[in-house]
């Protein structure tokens, strides 16, 4: 049997696109390869259009990331292939499946990011190696066809594990029908010497934005798309802005640029008469440096409606010492229970909240430092590299098929 260093695994990516599924995955590859296994990935898409946004594999951050750090990363070379987030089409040529099956051939583990790479990983002559589905929303009703392919995946035993990110996945896909035993909740975690309180950085990112040092400053770090609830941000943000004549507004992540006249639309709905408000909205499109930012901002802010699980921004604002304040959605009430605030679905509830975490920073940071810890890197990797162990022991166990 080999052991657990040697490990060959591949990583199946629909694509390389801003989003924090995709931060955390590339993370945890990286951590792993760092720990001993081998590790490669391989995305059905080379280039996406989405969230107003052009985004080419090779200028993205996870992408850079991992071919720095020695991971091996090809891709199928599809072109804008994605539609709302999901597999534009499943049908896959000769060559795509020749790629496929030389990249499956020379793992021992698959793991697929979400489920929707399930149907390219599940074609039949593919070689049969164990798969193991990371999970990263609480709402698999709402992934188009993607659901069905995890449920005939699971049936025909190619997918022998799930790795959920938050109770609220795990909860969620077991009562859309998949077996509880299979999955596995491992907690997002992140880098603690990058994300940490930096008052050098938060000096230097306000003063290049032309932001007062005392200035209250919130950040919103979300891609442009529906679940996002980007109308009710920017209502929140109105309200805010009018009752904090010095605060100011960071929007951070694909699509949150000029360059996105859907997102002007939304602006000039939500301030209305009240456009000089908006001044103090700040466009900074994708950022590559978000410890900074989370540095330079007293509050960190999610207005999402579905599907977040265990919102990463959340996480990194919080390490960074930025108060969370956060709608009720997936498991964002328990991270940031007893150390920031939760809302409804109201634009003056949560500006009120803004104002109060502004209030309290200096109250809540000794409970933010107190909580490092839970959100580690370190033991997210190391729950990661223990079920790639067990699922590739009990592979091992079984007899070849003929």
Same mark, same amino acid.
């Given at each position: #049997? ?24 590339? $993370? ?31 200028? $993205?951050?996870?992408?850079? @990331? ?10 199928? *070379? ?6 709302? *987030? ?15 099956? +030389? ?24 070689? %049969? ?14 992934? *188009? ?20 990110? @938050?109770?609220?996945?795990?909860? @969620? ?17 992140? =880098? ?5 309180? =930096? ?15 005392? &200035? ?9 798309? &529906? ?14 802005? !009018? ?12 699509? #949150? ?16 008469? $009240?456009?000089?408000?908006?001044? +103090? ?7 590559? =440096? #978000? ?13 999402? @409606? ?10 990194? *604002? ?9 709608? =009720?959605?997936?498991?964002?009430? +328990? ?26 920073? !200096? ?8 909580? %490092?810890?839970?959100?580690? +890197? ?25």
């Amino acid at each position: #049997m080999r052991a657990r260093h040697g490990l060959r695994v591949l990583s199946v990516y629909e694509g390389f696109f801003s989003g924090g599924a995709r931060i955390v995955h590339s $993370d945890v590859v990286l951590g792993l390869a760092e720990g001993g296994q081998s590790h490669q990935v391989l995305s059905i898409h080379g280039e996406v259009h989405r969230e107003a946004t052009r985004q080419r594999m090779e200028d $993205d951050a996870c992408y850079r @990331a991992l071919t720095a750090g020695g991971v091996g990363v090809t891709s199928l *070379g599809r072109t804008a292939g994605l539609v709302d *987030g999901t597999v534009a089409a499943n049908v896959f040529s000769g060559p795509e499946l020749a790629e496929t099956a +030389r990249s499956m051939a020379a793992a021992d583990v698959i793991l697929s990011l979400k489920e929707q790479p399930l149907a390219l990983i599940d074609q039949a002559g593919l070689p %049969r190696r164990p798969v193991v589905v990371c999970l990263h929303r609480s709402d698999p009703e709402n992934q *188009g066809p993607a659901l069905a392919e995890l449920k005939a995946a699971i049936a025909d035993g190619t997918v022998v594990a799930c790795v959920c990110c @938050a109770e609220s996945t795990r909860d @969620a896909y077991a009562a859309a029908g998949i077996p509880r035993e299979l999955l596995h909740v491992i907690p997002n975690g992140v =880098d603690l010497l990058r994300f940490r309180p =930096d008052p050098a950085a938060r000096a230097a990112l306000r003063a290049s934005l032309g932001i007062p040092a005392p &200035a209250p400053v919130t950040v919103f770090a979300a891609r442009y798309a &529906a679940m996002k609830n980007v109308p009710l941000f920017l209502r929140a943000a109105r309200a805010w802005l !009018a009752r904090e004549p010095e605060g100011h507004v960071l929007m951070c992540g694909a699509g #949150m640029n000029g360059a996105n006249p859907a997102l002007w639309a939304d602006i000039e709905i939500a301030f209305g008469a $009240d456009r000089h408000l908006a001044e +103090r909205v700040r466009l900074l499109g994708v950022r590559h =440096d #978000m410890e900074t930012v989370y540095a330079a901002a007293d509050v960190v802010a999610l207005t999402s @409606a579905s599907g977040e699980a265990a919102p990463l921004c959340l996480i990194e *604002g919080m390490m960074c010492g930025a108060v969370p304040v956060t709608t =009720d959605v997936g498991d964002s009430a +328990r991270i940031v229970r007893g150390h920031g605030f939760v809302t409804p679905q109201d634009p003056e509830a949560i500006a009120l909240a803004w104002s109060a975490a502004v209030a309290d920073r !200096a109250v809540l940071a000794p409970a933010l430092a107190a909580s %490092r810890e839970r959100f580690s +890197r370190t033991r997210m990797i190391a729950a990661y590299a223990a079920l790639l162990d067990g699922v590739h022991t009990e592979a091992s166990r079984l007899p070849e098929p003929l």
